[in-house]
């Protein structure tokens, strides 16, 4: 089992920032992503990360404003955020799965946390 717990939401004015922490325990896991959900929409999918951090995926509308990095030493996910928007705010969830290669496929994740909440004030 792997559990995953998230840190570093709050409250930002737009055009602040927020860095967002996952801590993984448990069985070993390789990939990683960021998802989050917005008050009356879907999950989507924000940013994913490879088992040794090569490789990155990102969501058109966080490009370029947040930054996914992985600390495999500390067992530790990271989403820096930049630049927020009001439509960045969400609940941001941290996945994981058992395959070494970044996907922005929700549905091939097997671990999840249990969110974070950000909100960005206008």
């Known amino acids: 089992q792997v559990q995953l717990v998230e840190s570093g939401g709050g409250l930002v004015q737009a055009g602040g920032s927020l860095r967002l922490s996952c801590a993984a325990s448990?069985?070993?896991?390789?990939?990683m992503g960021w998802f989050r959900q917005a008050p009356g929409k879907e999950r989507e999918f924000a940013a994913a990360i490879s088992e040794i951090g090569a490789s990155t995926l990102y969501s058109d509308s966080v490009k370029g404003r947040f930054t996914i990095r992985r600390d495999n030493a500390e067992n530790t996910l990271y989403l820096q955020m930049n630049s927020l928007k009001p439509e960045d705010t969400a609940v941001y969830y941290c996945?994981?799965?058992?395959?070494?290669?970044?996907?922005?496929?929700?549905?091939?994740?097997?671990?999840w946390g249990q969110g974070t909440q950000v909100t960005v004030s206008s």
């Open positions: 996945a994981a799965r058992s395959l070494p290669t970044a996907t922005s496929n929700e549905y091939e994740y097997d671990y």
């Open positions: 448990g069985r070993t896991i390789y990939s």
